[in-house]
């Protein structure tokens, strides 16, 4: 055997018969090899956990701050670009380069400094573009300034958020003088057995939040079969207490007072919009930012004022946009946005871009600046002066381009809400915003014309369409469009006499024929989808569209027809809903949706919605109350069922500069 040193660790190998074998380590090393091998590795120890002590973002904060000041430095590096890869031009006595001093859109004015390279001004430039278009496609999701212009000019509404001033401190914004305020608590009805209806209404309210309060509290929501927590998809992985901030106004207007506080105390402590998370803009605008601003309205709470501006100033990138159209999807803590993918090629959605002008004017008013009421004005103008397809608006529009996607009509998903916050911006500005009512009325006339249907047997309903095809079918969530109609009815001074009957007309058959998807099912409750055609009428004919979620705008019409006609019948149908949920819908552990409706023993999806607390259970208590609770001449409903003052209603509390 010969020994052969080929570096620091010999190896030896073994000869057979003359020839050299594989290669193997010997199974021990000398004193001097492992004290070489013991430098390095404490070596490599020291240089590692050094940084721990040394580097900034670590000695300050966890590694998730380190992270974080690697982007940091990306973010300097790319606005700074030019700068940092090509030196700046010196500076000379007789010369001046316009407006630099480290800006960004300086670029072009940099040929005007004398005798500079014409080739490092369109490198420059170059690198710039490269730098824009990069923004433009969101391969970085920059942080924006989303604070400092609107800080300048919102004045001491933000100044007493963001010094976070002590809430013990404050006293309660007043509501205006008057002689008679609007009822909010109690409300009762004369007839006995209404408001026994009422207390039971109220029983399952109570029942559904204390289930959530033990299995799920702060969660968005519960999964009340397998008593833990849930969290749908439009919150992503974020945790923000939904169903605690979604059914707050719920448990005051029931005059449920130990529960409101806990969850008042919840919000004040531990609402946190700070979230690295995808969430819709539309869901969180309307269950949260409606419920915050509807409790300040309630209370004069400068608590809820705060959480809602902060919230307001976190969406605001997303109407960042060439023409302000906002994007569905925004991240709260980057304000970084987008669409959803599967959104008619990266379009934004009707419903959620026009359903956002109720908050966002009253989130001005409270607060005194005008920055949240502009950008839904841009949004409306923008889809007022589009070419419409027969005078109705497509669900799908592109914020880049301003040009409709998929041409497909709908009063239900994709398109309801739009409409509806048509009508009631008119309503909530004191019937002012002329521009609204007439935007409504003209998509009224063309649905009418062309999406409004009668079946064979005789229901009416609003169908779904698609280029000039109508589906002739009709979604749970179009059901809302009844009490629309009536509502409009109502408050449209300018209707001619027929044309309020008409759409009266229309809002009574509409709601009697969701009411036949509900009364048409072994569980008395209805389903996602239901058809007109192949003789079944206000039937789902598909698996996927039997499910029942503790949807509400059927009730919501029932509420809605039951206060203006007086028709009896409207309460004994939300009657038969309440029979209904707490017999099918009722569990151990809270209230659950339905994957059959057609099946007595369906299987339950485990999800208690937090809009069930929010819409559901408070049409139905305020179906069974008396008139003067919430009244229809001093609030609207949100897209949630959170109730906005009607200005000239003395809990408008608008800001004192108004």
């Known amino acids: ?3 052969t040193t080929t570096g620091i660790l010999p190896s030896y190998q073994r000869i057979v018969n003359g020839v050299p074998g594989q290669l193997f380590l010997r199974r021990s090393f000398r004193p001097r090899e492992k ?20 580097l900034p973002d670590f000695r300050n904060g966890t590694g998730g701050a380190a992270v974080n000041s690697v982007y940091r430095v990306y973010q300097h590096m790319q606005k700074a670009g030019p700068e940092l890869l090509i030196p700046a031009p010196p500076h000379s006595k007789d010369s001046h380069v316009p407006g630099y001093g480290g800006h960004r ?10 005798g500079q390279d014409i080739h490092i001004i369109e490198d420059k430039q170059k690198l710039q573009a490269k730098i824009d278009e990069e923004n433009q496609q969101q391969k970085t999701l920059e942080k924006p300034d989303v604070g400092i212009d609107l800080l300048v000019h919102t004045g001491s509404a933000v100044t007493n958020f963001f010094n976070q001033v002590n809430e013990d401190n404050i006293e309660t914004v007043p509501p205006a003088p008057a ?10 009805d004369k007839d006995p057995v209404a408001r026994e209806r009422r207390n039971k209404v109220k029983e399952m309210m109570k029942y559904g939040w204390d289930n959530y309060k033990r299995y799920a509290w702060g969660k968005n929501e519960l999964s009340p079969v397998t008593k833990k927590g849930h969290s749908p998809s439009i ?10 901030v979604d059914g707050l106004d719920t448990l005051y207007i029931m005059g449920l007072h130990e529960e409101y506080k806990e969850g008042h105390n919840w919000i004040r402590d531990h609402l946190n919009f700070d979230v690295d998370s995808e969430v819709s803009l539309f869901e969180t605008n309307i269950r949260f930012m409606g419920s915050l601003l509807t409790c300040y309205a309630l209370t004069g709470d400068p608590m809820f004022r705060n959480k809602s501006l902060e919230l307001g100033i976190r969406m605001l990138p997303a109407f ?6 906002p994007y569905s999807l925004i991240n709260l803590r980057t304000g970084a946005s987008k669409n959803y993918a599967w959104a008619s090629s990266g379009c934004s959605i009707l419903s959620e871009i026009g359903t956002m002008h109720l908050e966002f004017s009253y989130l001005s008013d409270i607060t005194g600046n005008s920055t949240f009421r502009d950008k839904v004005q841009k949004v409306r103008t923008v889809l007022k002066n589009m070419e419409k397809p027969k005078g109705l608006y497509p669900n799908y529009i592109h914020p880049k381009t301003g040009k409709w996607g998929q041409q497909h009509m709908s009063l ?6 739009f409409y509806e916050y048509l009508l009631k911006a008119y309503i909530q500005s004191g019937k002012t915003d002329v521009e609204a009512k007439e935007m409504y009325e003209k998509a009224m006339d063309a649905i009418e014309e062309h999406m409004v249907l009668k079946s064979p047997g005789g229901l009416t309903y609003v169908s779904d369409m698609k280029f000039d095809r109508v589906d002739r079918k009709m979604g749970h969530l179009a059901c809302f469009a009844g009490g629309m109609f009536a509502l409009g009815a109502k408050t449209q001074d300018q209707f001619t006499k027929s044309k309020r009957i008409r759409h009266m007309e229309i809002a009574e058959g ?10 048409r099912t072994p569980t008395k409750l209805g389903p996602e989808t239901f058809h007109f055609i192949e003789g079944n009428e206000a039937r789902s004919l598909k698996s996927g569209e039997k499910y029942y979620i503790l949807r509400p705008e059927t009730f919501e019409s029932y509420f809605i027809l039951w206060r203006l006609t007086k028709d009896q019948k409207y309460r004994e149908w939300g009657w038969e809903a309440v029979q209904a949920l707490e017999k099918h819908c009722r569990v151990p552990g809270g209230f659950t949706g339905l994957q059959n409706v057609y099946t007595v023993d369906s299987p339950k999806d485990d999800v208690q919605q937090s809009y069930f607390f929010a819409e559901t259970l408070k049409y139905l208590y305020l179906l069974f109350s008396d008139d003067s609770l919430i009244s229809l001449d001093d609030w609207v409903f949100n897209s949630e069922a959170h109730i906005i003052p009607i200005k000239g209603n003395p809990y408008y509390r608008a800001h004192s500069s108004l």
């Open 35 to 54: 004290y070489l091998i013991l430098l390095v590795f404490l070596t490599f120890g020291v240089v590692c956990f050094g940084a721990f002590f040394f």
């Open 510 to 519: 509409l709601t009697h024929t969701c009411h036949e998807s509900y009364d």
């Open 412 to 417: 239900g998903a994709l398109g309801d809400s």
């Open 235 to 244: 919150f992503s992985k974020a945790s923000m207490g939904a169903t605690i």
């Open 1 to 3: 055997m010969t020994i």
């Open 179 to 188: 002689e008679k305020y609007p009822v909010v608590v109690g409300g009762e």
């Open 105 to 114: 859109n300086d670029l072009d004015n940099y040929h005007d400094f004398k």
């Open 320 to 325: 960042n946009t060439e023409t302000g159209i």
